[in-house]
């Protein structure tokens, strides 16, 4: 089945859940990420049994901060390690979306 | 300060090339400088949004941060020099935006954003633009922009990557909807681990000085139920829609968050921002 990652058009097996996008993308730190199935944020007790259909967009959305170093709680900084698409696979997202 | 009825020829000659812009015009101007901004976080995100608000004519601008100015910050906090190592950072950008221009009254907090303390503060603003780089710091902004009423821009960066959103409480999506709580401590590393280019800081920095005037003046689209993300080693920019979330715990018609959780302040990193979010894990975000 064909299904839109972060606006790039993917070929995928049929019956993948969105734990197992999470995997075959290799997103490396899952629990900074929120995932939107066409245009609704899931919750991540979701992400197990939520099958992906034909045609389905999702959405990767990284967990960001970085600004002033320490201005309120200091939990750290934020990141989000994952594996970067590759430059024709943004391009190609730009078409996409635009 | 109040902000003059009547514009001066100085200042009509300051800010005459956004005068001429259709939607801004004299109007608009009187807005800015009757508008009060506040900046949370006077860093790579704020620094540069705080010069370009100052310079516009916004008439009162909050800066708050806790930090003193280190030589790593220069990379990117524009508005800290090298000679303001050791100093307060919300000193060290309040002399600069008072030598940009005078028409501006800096308001400084050398402090923390803390749920005690972020009622008070948020009251006598306008506009927020969260330039804070922790997860606690963000979701207590948008947790006290709810509470207060009050707009606000969200901006994080990453590396070469940053994202934006625009939040009108209780009328468009929330950094809630988007993302429910914060991560685990453990999960999260170090700024100093991920790295971030300064320019990357810049450019997210003025898109929230943008949103900022456009929402003062009323003008133009806002970065509204949109998530601008850009990865600028690839200098691609995309828009991701955001919905409001019918089951936000901070927005949603039967929300888990109801008010900024003040017995939680005397916590040394402040992570529980708000009541709920930490105490159930109703989410399943845990």
């Known amino acids: ?98 | 300060m109040t902000a003059p009825l009547v514009l001066s020829n100085e200042m009509i000659e300051r800010y005459s090339r956004q005068i001429l812009l259709p939607g801004i015009g004299g109007a608009g101007q009187k807005k800015l400088l009757r508008s009060r901004v506040l900046v949370v976080g006077v860093g790579g995100l704020g620094a540069p949004a705080a010069l370009y608000l100052a310079a516009a004519g916004v008439g009162t601008l909050g800066l708050m941060d806790a930090d003193e100015v280190d030589l790593s910050n220069l990379q990117r906090q524009v508005l800290h020099f090298t000679p303001d190592v050791g100093r307060p950072k919300v000193e060290s950008a309040a002399e600069k935006l008072r030598e940009l221009n005078p028409d501006v009254q800096v308001v400084t907090y050398p402090d923390r954003l803390r749920p005690d303390n972020a009622a008070g503060i948020l009251e006598g603003y306008d506009f927020v633009l969260d330039g804070t780089d922790s997860f606690a710091s963000k979701f207590l902004i948008a947790d006290a922009c709810h509470f207060g009423g009050k707009p606000y821009c969200h901006a994080g960066i990453l590396r070469f990557e940053g994202q934006a959103l625009t939040v009108f409480p209780g009328e468009t999506a929330c950094y809630r909807c988007v993302f429910h709580e914060p991560p685990p401590v453990g999960a999260v590393p170090t700024c100093s681990e991920a790295g971030v280019l300064g320019a990357v800081a810049g450019l997210l920095g003025v898109i929230q000085a943008a949103e900022a005037l456009k929402a003062l003046i009323g003008a133009g689209d806002l970065l509204t139920n949109r998530l601008l993300v850009c990865d600028v080693l690839r200098m691609g920019f995309r828009t991701v829609r955001v919905r409001r979330n019918p089951r936000c715990p901070l927005c949603g018609p039967e929300p888990t968050i109801t008010h900024l959780d003040t017995a939680e302040a005397g916590r040394p990193n402040g992570a529980a921002c708000a009541v709920g979010a930490a105490k159930r894990d109703v989410h399943g975000l845990a």
Do not use: C
């Open chain 1, 1 to 98: 089945m064909q299904i839109q990652i972060n606006g790039i058009v993917k070929e995928k097996p049929d019956g993948l859940t969105v734990q197992d996008l999470l995997e075959s993308e290799e997103v490396e730190r899952p629990e900074m990420v929120s995932v939107e199935l066409n245009d609704h944020i899931l919750f991540r007790i979701e992400f197990r049994e939520r099958k992906l259909q034909e045609g389905d967009r999702v959405e990767f959305i990284y967990l960001m901060g970085g600004g002033a170093d320490r201005t309120a709680g200091d939990l750290g900084s934020a990141v989000a390690l994952r594996r970067r698409p590759e430059s024709k696979e943004w391009h190609d997202a730009e078409e996409a979306s635009f």
